[in-house]
Nanobody, 124 residues
Framework: QVQPVESGGGLVQAGGFLRLSCAASGRTFSSYGMGWFRQAPGKEREFVAAIGRSGASTYYADSVKDRFTISRDNAKNTVYLQMNSLKPEDTAVYYC?????????????????WGQGTQVTVSS
């Protein structure tokens, strides 16, 4: 399993950008699909983006499609989330985790260890 540590969050104005990083310890990093999730105050954690083991395949929630880009560097055991054109509704704590596709529910599931998350605040 991987032990993720997220970083890169902060306060940004609407329309701005941030780049989140997730450094994951463990020698099996490249064996896992990885994903980003977020949780806003008073809301459940939701899927944001996922990337396959090699980085060739990516998947996005409709709410972030065409604005966010997920990528990974297996040599550095790191997954990234480039967030452009940020909106106030993107304000949340962002987490990364290993992911798998749940075909019965039709959604991405994070599993294993979760980091402490990184706060993203977008002001209007």
């Amino acid at each position: 399993q991987v032990q993720p540590v997220e970083s890169g969050g902060g306060l940004v104005q609407a329309g701005g950008f941030l780049r989140l990083s997730c450094a994951a310890s463990g020698r099996t990093f490249s064996s896992y699909g990885m994903g980003w999730f977020r949780q806003a105050p008073g809301k459940e954690r939701e899927f944001v983006a996922a990337i396959g083991r090699s980085g060739a395949s990516t998947y996005y929630a409709d709410s972030v499609k065409d604005r966010f880009t997920i990528s990974r560097d297996n040599a550095k055991n790191t997954v990234y989330l480039q967030m452009n054109s940020l909106k106030p509704e993107d304000t949340a704590v962002y987490y990364c985790a290993a992911v798998r596709w749940d075909s019965s529910g039709g959604n991405w599931i994070g599993f294993g260890s979760w980091g402490q998350g990184t706060q993203v605040t977008v002001s209007s």
